[in-house]
């Protein structure tokens, strides 16, 4: 809806671009297959939160590639309605991964907890009830929006509360390497029924000195077949990458290139401060 993070995320990485609101991340990226949209901004991590559900089942199977990657500051604020007070709101409503990132803030006040479609929805539920004990967990940004009164901020348990998002296009878009500029690569893959065969499958990365930044498996719904999700540091015509990629391709089948993208400057930031 607007004034999710999502939206905010859009605005933040694409401020030129238009954005439209979608039901689903399957909605989303059938909105760019169907030519509905030209990207696709699709939240896949968060630091408090982990893995976001669904969305790297999606991904193998979306016929888009990985053209960017944003980092999004999660600031979340208690919303209430004009006139309403803290001391008034007896429940709070939110997304399913909002409300256990401010779980210190809710259990201090003692306030019942509602899940929703997304941050968005919450504010604008709290909007409609026109409730001064119904309050949302939401944005600043959703305030401005739906016109409520940001009761507190910052309630969030963690300052480094950051949500990873993906940007998919309908083809892939490889920019040439640039000199100083850090990329990454991300791909799937399953692994052949052999002795070891994912050992042998991140070996060809580590003999090859490529650095793998995020890997995750998922199995198929007869629990059966492994699949994995992985990103690694460097650009696809690195002659390092390369070779990794060529082992990999020996040991594991159905492997499916994502995509080069840039890498953003948010890892450098949080580099530069360990």
């Known amino acids: 809806m607007p004034g999710a993070y999502s939206e905010l995320a859009c605005q933040n990485a694409y401020p030129e671009l238009k954005t439209v609101p979608c039901v689903s991340f399957e909605a989303a990226f059938r909105a760019v297959r169907d030519c509905e949209a030209d990207l696709a901004i699709i939240p896949v991590d968060n630091s408090l939160a982990g893995r976001v559900a669904d969305v790297h089942t999606l991904i193998p199977n979306g016929e888009l590639y990985i053209i960017g990657e944003h980092f999004q500051l999660i600031r979340h604020c208690l919303l209430g309605v004009p006139g309403a007070k803290l001391e008034h709101v007896t429940d709070v409503h939110s997304h399913v991964h909002a409300i256990p990132q401010c779980k210190r803030f809710i259990d201090r006040h003692g306030f019942n907890r509602h899940v929703v479609a997304d941050t968005a929805k919450s504010a604008s539920d709290v909007k ?69 065969a994912l050992y042998k499958v991140l070996g060809g990365f580590a003999t090859n000195g490529v650095q793998m930044v995020k890997l995750e498996s998922y199995v198929d719904k007869h629990f059966k077949v492994a699949r994995f999700y992985a990103d690694v540091e460097g ?40």
């Open 128 to 196: 409609k009830w026109n409730d001064t004990s119904q309050a949302a967990i939401s944005s600043e940004f959703a305030a401005e929006i739906y016109g409520l009164d940001i009761l507190q901020k910052d309630i969030q348990d963690a300052d480094h509360n950051t949500t990873r998002f993906l940007v998919f296009a309908p083809e892939a878009i490889i920019s040439p390497m640039e000199k100083n500029r850090e990329y990454l690569t991300s791909c799937s893959f399953e692994v052949r029924n052999i002795p070891a």
């Open 235 to 274: 650009h696809i015509d690195e002659p390092s990458l390369q070779l990794a990629f060529q082992e990999l391709s020996f040991f594991a089948k159905r492997v499916l290139m994502l995509g080069t993208y840039p890498a953003h400057e948010y890892r450098n930031r949080v580099q530069s401060s360990i």
